[in-house]
């Protein structure tokens, strides 16, 4: 019998030398440096530069990694540069649309921004308060309330249709009907909130007549953008819920339904509670179903039911596309930014909100 050793120059493939860690450091300075000279050349701008400067990067790296480390690490090093300026290139407009919004809002967002409404502010306000140095005079009260209450509503109507359409999916559908709910929830998902628009707008003026607009209308259109949400992530919770937890109360003598309220649902109120905010905070930003259905105002109308209504996203439309007459549009558009500041804050939390109610209602596991 024959045996072969490996003398100690011989190395495997999975055995190469590696890289110091301060060599891709070194190597992305480089690359910077190199990045810069050309885009010099080509004539300097800060996107050109980080082009230049990730594109050297990703081809010089994985080639000093296939010569020291071989072929496998250099391979590994190319897709985790790949996957890194992925992210960061996902990360670029969410963090240009924050920053413009934070930097252009604040100039007009305090608290009297928030507690007054826009009643009886013409624009000629604005051009004295310019003069002066003073605060604008008119804020995004009314909005405000509106948004919060139309909402409010739209949640009120789709969270019980949503919990109770994923629950007869789960625990009760079969057959043709559960099959034609789950393609027609799946077609909701994709409709274009202007539609959603239209329908309210054409479902209240058959009902009421024709240029009904209130709050109400406004609620009813977000609540079809909502009940798909809250279907698909209420669906996916239940169906998560371990089946040995319904075995176990079938054993006891439990009814299906006791069985859904006492064991399924509290089981998944982690995922579902969770999955309602964040369909909030979706909706809560929609502009074209509110213009069609709640309309536009500068009173403050607290009452869904009767009149138009403001929200946040419509003021903030309608301040952007009409800045008010006999002023520059400066002011209207500083009002507008601090509006959707405003909006950006409401999702923020709403998001925040998400995830603490995940977190208090999630499982406990241990003891």
Excluded at 42 to 65: D, E, K, N, Q, Y
Excluded at 110 to 136: C, I
Aim: glycine share 8%.
């Amino acid at each position: 019998m024959t045996v072969t050793t490996s003398t100690p120059h011989e190395s495997s493939t999975l055995t190469h030398d590696q890289l110091h860690r301060y060599v891709p450091v070194g190597l992305f300075v480089a690359a910077g440096a190199l990045g810069a000279a050309l885009s010099a050349v080509i004539g300097f701008s800060l996107p050109m530069f980080v082009v230049l400067t990730v594109v050297i990067f990703a081809i010089v790296l994985p080639i000093v990694s296939g010569v020291v480390e071989g072929r496998r690490k250099a391979i590994d090093r190319f897709v985790t540069v790949l996957v890194y300026m992925a992210f960061v290139i996902a990360l670029v407009p969410l963090v240009s649309v924050i920053w413009s919004v934070i930097g252009n809002g604040l100039s007009a967002f305090s608290a009297d921004f928030l507690t007054t409404s826009m009643r009886n502010v013409t624009g000629l306000e604005d051009q004295q308060t310019a003069q002066e140095g003073a605060p604008l005079i008119g804020g995004a009260y009314h909005a405000l309330m509106g948004t919060l209450l139309i909402t409010a509503l739209a949640a009120a109507i789709s969270v019980p249709i949503g919990l109770m359409t994923s629950i007869y999916l789960v625990e009760y559908g079969r057959g043709r009907l559960a099959r034609a709910i789950t393609f027609f929830v799946d077609v909701m998902t994709g409709i274009p909130s202007i539609v959603a628009g239209l329908f309210a707008a054409a479902l209240f003026a058959v009902l009421f007549g024709v240029g009904t607009r209130n709050g109400f209308a406004g609620a009813v259109a977000l609540s079809v953008l909502m009940i798909p949400v809250v279907v698909r992530s209420s669906e996916e919770m239940l169906r998560i819920v371990p089946n040995e937890l319904r075995e176990a109360a079938y054993a006891l003598g439990v009814p299906k339904w006791r069985m859904i309220l006492r064991v399924v649902i509290p089981t998944a109120i982690s995922g579902i509670a969770s999955g309602v905010t964040l369909a909030i905070a979706r909706v809560v930003g929609e502009t074209a179903p509110l213009i069609v259905t709640a309309g536009f105002t500068s009173s403050i109308n607290t009452n869904p039911f009767s009149d138009w209504m403001m929200s946040l996203p419509a003021y903030v439309y309608s301040l952007a596309m009409r800045p008010l007459s006999g002023s520059e549009p400066q002011p209207s558009l500083d009002r507008a930014w601090a509006a959707a500041l405003t909006l950006v804050i409401i999702v923020m939390l709403l998001n925040l909100i998400a995830r603490l109610i995940a977190k208090a209602f999630a499982p406990k596991t241990g003891r």
